[in-house]
């Protein structure tokens, strides 16, 4: 079965330190990968995605993750945290049966 | 460029009455939209895809009754929450596929919209 996994359901860093929230998936196929971002509210913004190619995405605020196929996993990190970082983490895998499936999500919380 | 809006963001409904929220692409023409449920602190759960021009495609365990989709155009699509309860009291998230960019298969999402049932 699809299904993604976010191990982490809340982390705190300080600001500037570095950052790594795990998302591993389980899937049929090379799937197409996603992060998203959830203010407090709000919808969700694309960070980065991964279909094809290298596998180190770079996205947009200074994120990147890596697509790891041997460890069905699909990292994101940051090489320095700030404050406005705070919020809802999403990894998404799709489109499959059309359909994206999402994992649970990883608060992150930043200490000043 | 890919933006999706809702409208209302935030709405507030007695017991019994319908609630009509709006999805619209935009930037972009959408033949897919699709109607996310979101609980307090929890993920995203998928309620329907919405395909413009033809019925919607609900989740099992979704009443395609009490929740009505209509995607009319290629830019926007509504959810209809019919003789609300409190328990449909939740935030609800559209998003959309460009259609000019389906080889991405990237879904851009709505801001939500907030609905209260008193």
């Known amino acids: 079965a699809q299904s993604v996994t976010q191990p982490d359901i809340h982390i705190t860093v300080s600001e500037g330190a570095s950052l790594e929230l795990r998302c591993n998936y389980s899937?049929?196929?090379?799937?197409?990968l996603f992060w998203y971002v959830q203010s407090p509210g709000q919808g969700l913004q694309l960070l980065l995605k991964y279909f094809s190619g290298d596998t180190l995405v770079q996205g947009i605020k200074g994120f990147e993750a890596e697509f790891k196929r041997s460890q069905s996993s699909f990292n994101l990190r940051k090489p320095s945290v700030h404050w406005s970082d705070a919020a809802e983490y999403f990894c998404a895998v799709g489109p499959g049966t059309y359909k994206y499936i999402f994992g649970t999500g990883t608060r992150l919380k930043v200490l000043a | 460029g890919a933006v999706v809006s809702q409208h209302p963001s935030r709405v507030i409904c007695k017991s019994g009455t319908s609630v009509k929220i709006e999805c619209r692409s935009l930037?972009?023409?959408?033949?897919?939209m699709f109607w996310y449920r979101q609980f307090p602190k929890q993920s995203l759960m998928l309620m329907a895809t919405?395909?413009?021009?033809?019925?919607?495609?609900?989740e099992q365990g979704v009443e395609k009754d009490k929740f009505l989709i209509n995607h009319a155009s290629l830019t926007l699509s509504t959810l209809t929450v019919t003789s609300a309860h409190p328990e449909d009291s939740s935030f609800y998230i559209c998003?959309?596929?460009?259609?000019?960019?389906?080889?991405?298969?990237?879904?851009?999402f709505g801001p939500g919209t907030r609905l209260t049932v008193l």
């Open positions: 899937y049929g196929a090379t799937p197409y």
């Open positions: 998003s959309a596929r460009d259609l000019d960019r389906a080889s991405t298969d990237t879904q851009y």
């Open positions: 919405s395909n413009e021009g033809s019925k919607a495609t609900y």
């Open positions: 930037d972009f023409q959408a033949t897919t």
